[in-house]
């Protein structure tokens, strides 16, 4: 069955590049995303990429598709602190918009 | 801002009781889902609704009901309910030819006693 996987937990510097991995299971997937949520709040769209695309920058974020590793990563560059949050990767079922998601890593940035 | 609204904020039961949360999507948002997020989890698919027909399910029970309403409002309705109910309640829309992308609500944290 589909399966998301990433890492628990990230600790970075303020003004230090983030990279935040996840794998994936489905490789039928039309779409990945990189979702956020601050605590207490739902979750905000980042951004997502296409499957037939190899990457994707939109602004300080950076998206890395391997498809054939089945392994997805957002790289944030120049973290602030207002980017510690707990980022979700998510797929879609093709069959429809169904999004299934990893279990959440929660980047911490210290000052 | 998504334009997804979601009520209450906030919501205690006891075990067997019922309760209906809410959402509010934008206008031509025709495709709604519900998702569940237990406390340190990623969310799990409930049920998705298009133009008030549910059209996917998760590993849901049937006591997981829900309606959507041609003014772009849906309900998920819960009953006999459990301890392991208590969780956020995340409901999701996206636009009609553009359904690859969900926009979230703030969600509705629901705790069962």
């Known amino acids: 069955g589909e399966d998301v996987e990433q890492s628990l937990f990230l600790s970075v510097r303020e003004g230090d590049s983030s990279v935040i991995n996840c794998t994936y299971t489905d490789s039928s997937s039309t779409y990945l995303y990189w979702y956020k949520q601050e605590p207490g709040a739902g979750l905000q769209l980042l951004t997502y990429?296409?499957?037939?695309?190899d990457m994707k920058q939109d602004q300080r974020l950076t998206v890395l598709l391997n498809k054939k590793d089945k392994h997805l990563s957002l790289r944030i560059a120049d973290t602030q602190t207002g980017d510690s949050a707990i980022y979700f990767c998510a797929e879609n079922d093709t069959g429809f918009q169904k999004l299934v998601f990893g279990t959440g890593t929660r980047l911490l940035v210290s000052p | 801002e998504t334009g997804v609204t979601q009520s209450p904020t906030h919501l205690i039961k006891t075990r067997g009781q019922q309760v209906t949360l809410r959402c509010s999507s934008q206008?031509?948002?025709?495709?709604v889902s519900w998702y569940q997020q237990a406390l340190g989890q990623g969310p799990q698919f409930i049920f998705q609704y298009y133009r008030e027909e549910e059209n996917g399910r998760g590993n849901f029970p049937p006591r997981f009901s829900g309606l959507q309403f041609p003014n772009y409002s849906s309900e998920l309705n819960v009953n006999a309910l459990e301890l392991d109910d208590s969780a956020l309640y995340l409901c999701?829309?996206?636009?009609?030819?553009?359904?690859?992308?969900?926009?979230f609500g703030p969600g509705t944290r629901l705790l069962v006693l």
């Open positions: 999701a829309s996206s636009l009609d030819g553009k359904e690859e992308t969900q926009y």
């Open positions: 206008s031509g948002h025709n495709t």
């Open positions: 990429i296409f499957s037939n695309m």
